[in-house]
């Protein structure tokens, strides 16, 4: 089996080369309409259209996909997951008893998840026995945690406590890290002794600190998890093939179908080992209370989240995100050595799978907050930190590069090219689309201002003069209407103001929107290039910077709605039977 581990120490020149390759493109593309422009102005205004051309098409598709986006997240949140898992119980248990079943199939779901069902109830009828039923499946989530709040912490264990999924078939991992000290080891004993008994099973995990070969983050922290994780499973009888795991932040809140509608994905899948499942992570939590910059770049990556869920071809797992744990065995659970281990995750899977890998999408959400710390100011340096970390994503460049290019056939070499190029695609346009089409589409401008041609030259060079900024300014015109089509979403999105909030803060949810411009360029393409410019010179980021989370106290806390009685089973004890070995 070849190796999918990301390298430590010296790099190889190959992958020294790849790893500065996303720098190199993004700084050449504004010297290249220089270089062009000198030497023609028609070739250097070409250069330039083609970015209007990129983000034209891109303000089009984001302002559509966004509001498909939105309307599959309200179609998922109308289903009710846990009776449609109780009906596919049903059928596959009539199935299975071999007694005669009426013709009339009396599950149904609305049209984009009708043709699934359909093919999941057919294979059920030919074979029931190699479809897992729902009662069958068990839901780990591993909480990752630092040094954060209690009230933090306790609000995600809260919302699994919530779903309608039922907590007696979770099984809660909290880890934490040992460098968070005494305080965090308290707060884990705590929850532990207050919430274990209504989980399946409640396990806090200790992750030490130095351990070599492994930067200290979360990748390294919910592997050792996961390791335990597998002891327990051993140790209780349970196949870690009837497990899914789902890893979650501490300040994340998951909905109240989404293991429900995970489960039912499962199931369906026909080889559910090569598949995770990816949710819709809303920066929602506390975004009440954070500043307008922090809230802008939060309804920001909620937008992003929305669309991505409806183009599954470039869906990729992000943040939290659910996996068979017998997938996470065979790969030896997450990387330990990136801060990045959301995203990279997905590559790991994909040359591990030999290309046989994909990204589900569960149109259901899991909250998280934006970004706030106890001042403005650290507000906005932590929020800095938190995209830089994000934009370092740029290393798995190298990583599927040299896999693309190896002579052993890790994956299909058609398919892994196109992923490739997306993926440079993307860090690149990140870091250098919003400049180019602010200040790029003058470069021609200025450097036949700067040549003075005479002649016909002359009045060519004016002809670009006036076009490019015509076509970039249409550009933006266009692109002020999809901003039109995002607000409204962003505000259908956001959770009911909470107490001793003032009305007038709406105001702010839609002035807030005045800033973009400073967002995208002092957040967005900023992070990108200064990720793009560590890997450039080969300053890697080996320490994960927790990005600090700040209890907000609310007048009350959601009250809890636990689900006593399992539709299965018929009481909380009977599950621990054990359905899942």
């Not at 120490?9 to 309409?33: H, S």
């Not at 290393?395 to 056939?409: A, I, K």
Request: hydrophobic content about 45%; glycine content about 6%.
């Amino acid at each position: 089996m070849h190796d999918i581990e990301l390298p430590l120490g010296p790099r190889r020149r190959l992958y020294r080369f790849l790893e500065m390759l996303p720098a190199l493109v993004t700084f050449g593309i504004p010297i290249i309409a220089v270089v062009l422009s000198a030497i023609d102005p028609a070739w250097g205004g070409a250069f330039v259209l083609a970015f209007v051309a990129i983000g034209f098409f891109r303000a089009i598709r984001g302002g559509v996909d966004s509001v498909r986006g939105y309307r599959r997240l309200r179609l998922a949140e109308s289903i009710d997951w846990r009776g449609v898992l109780r009906q596919l119980e049903e059928h596959i248990e009539l199935a299975r008893s071999g007694e005669e079943r009426p013709q009339e199939r009396s599950l149904r779901l609305p049209a984009p998840y009708a043709k699934g069902l359909d093919e999941l109830l057919d294979r059920i009828d030919a074979d029931p026995w190699r479809v897992l039923a729902p009662s069958e499946v068990l839901h780990a989530v591993i909480i990752a945690a630092y040094n954060e709040p209690r009230e933090i912490v306790e609000a995600s264990v809260r919302s699994l406590l919530r779903t309608a999924h039922g907590a007696e078939r979770i099984v809660v991992v909290l880890a934490h890290e040992e460098r968070g000290g005494a305080e965090m080891r308290r707060v884990a004993r705590d929850l532990e002794r207050e919430y274990g008994s209504r989980f399946h099973a409640f396990l806090t995990v200790e992750h030490p600190a130095d351990l070599v070969e492994e930067i200290p983050g979360k990748g390294a922290n919910i592997s050792w998890a996961g390791e335990h994780l597998l002891e327990w499973c051993t140790s209780e009888g349970i196949r870690p093939d009837h497990v899914i795991v789902t890893t979650l932040d501490c300040d994340n809140k998951v909905s109240q179908g989404y293991l429900d509608a995970v489960s039912y994905e499962f199931v369906r899948a026909e080889d559910p080992l090569r598949v995770s499942f990816q949710p819709i992570s809303l920066f929602v939590g506390n975004v009440w209370h954070a500043p307008a910059p922090a809230r802008l770049v939060a309804a920001s990556n909620s937008i992003w989240n929305l669309i991505s869920t409806v183009r599954p071809i470039a869906l990729r797992n992000f943040a939290s995100h659910s996996q068979p744990l017998s997938a996470l065995i065979e790969m030896d659970f997450w990387s330990r050595r990136t801060i990045v281990e959301d995203g990279h995750q997905y590559w790991r899977s994909y040359f591990h799978f030999g290309g046989n890998y994909r990204v589900v999408p569960i149109h259901l959400s899991i909250t998280q907050d934006a970004v706030l710390a106890n001042s403005l100011p650290r507000t906005l340096v932590v929020q800095f930190n938190q995209l830089c970390r994000w934009a370092y994503g740029a290393s798995d460049v190298p990583y599927v590069g040299v896999r693309l290019l190896s002579r052993e056939r890790l994956a299909p070499r058609g398919a892994t090219l196109l992923r490739f190029l997306q993926l440079l695609e993307s860090h690149v346009t990140l870091a250098v689309l919003a400049p180019m089409l602010a200040f790029g589409v003058w470069l021609p401008v200025l450097v036949v201002k700067l040549s003075e041609p005479i002649g016909a030259a002359a009045i060519h060079a004016e002809r670009v003069i006036t076009l490019v900024p015509e076509a970039s300014t249409a550009t933006q015109r266009v692109a002020l209407v999809g901003l039109l089509a995002a607000i409204p979403l962003t505000i259908l999105l956001l959770p009911e103001r909470p107490e001793g909030v003032p009305p007038h803060r709406w105001l702010g949810m839609l002035l807030q929107w005045v800033l973009l411009p400073v967002t995208l360029f002092c957040y967005s393409s900023a992070s990108a290039v200064t990720s793009q410019c560590r890997l450039l010179v080969g300053a890697y980021r080996e320490r994960f910077v927790v990005t600090e989370k700040t209890a907000v106290h609310l007048a009350r806390r959601e009250p809890l709605e636990p689900s006593d009685v399992d539709w299965r089973h018929g009481s909380r004890d009977r599950v621990r039977e054990n359905r899942f070995g």
